[in-house]
């Protein structure tokens, strides 16, 4: 680990290996406000310990997208053709919650006229952002865009079902996170 890496302790992974563009990212403001927002929404009144957060489940969604495309590369019967992108993979896993507010879910079944924005196109906003911007920008200039697309499932990218499909990443960490309380 270099030292602009860093390792996140984690109740459900152990530990969460950051590498340099992911911690760019975490230390965003924008980032960092998915720490006050509850994965679960008002589930703790009922279930004290549920209080994880967004910020939790987006680093254990991340270390799952490492931890996949570690064992995919493993294989030798992977194409060459399916890597195209796959630089972006363990970010836009990163970033998949980045729209998130408090109980947007829930708020997302309400009358839409009276809401900011579903939490999708609330992502587009914090994409927009100086401080994110900067954090992305050694990927290149088109990526807070390419990110946005892997994030709404729009992406062409080969591997973009380990962040938006059926049975994705994303799913699998709240599935396993949720399920403990």
Do not use: C, N
């Not at 939790?56 to 490492?66: K, S």
Request: overall charge negative; aromatic content about 8%.
């Amino acid at each position: 680990m270099t030292s602009s890496e860093k390792a996140i302790r984690d109740p459900l992974w152990e530990t969460v290996h950051l590498d340099a563009m992911a911690v760019s990212i975490i230390d965003t403001a924008e980032f960092q406000r998915l720490r006050y927002i509850r994965q679960l929404g008002l589930a703790h009144l009922v279930y004290p310990g549920a209080t994880h957060t967004r910020f939790d489940h987006a680093l254990g969604v991340y270390h799952l997208t490492r931890t996949g495309l570690q064992h995919l590369r493993q294989r030798k019967d992977v194409p060459q053709e399916a890597w195209e992108g796959e630089e972006l993979i363990p970010y836009a896993a990163l970033l998949h919650d980045i729209g998130h507010y408090a109980y947007s879910h829930a708020l997302e079944e309400l009358e839409p006229e009276h809401l900011p924005a579903h939490h999708e196109e609330v992502s587009q906003r914090f994409f927009a952002s100086p401080s994110l911007r900067d954090a992305l920008a050694p990927l290149g200039d088109d990526v807070p865009g390419r990110l946005a697309q892997l994030i709404r499932g729009d992406s062409k990218i080969p591997l973009r079902g380990l962040i938006s499909g059926s049975l994705d990443l994303d799913k699998m960490e709240y599935l396993r996170r949720d399920a403990r309380f």
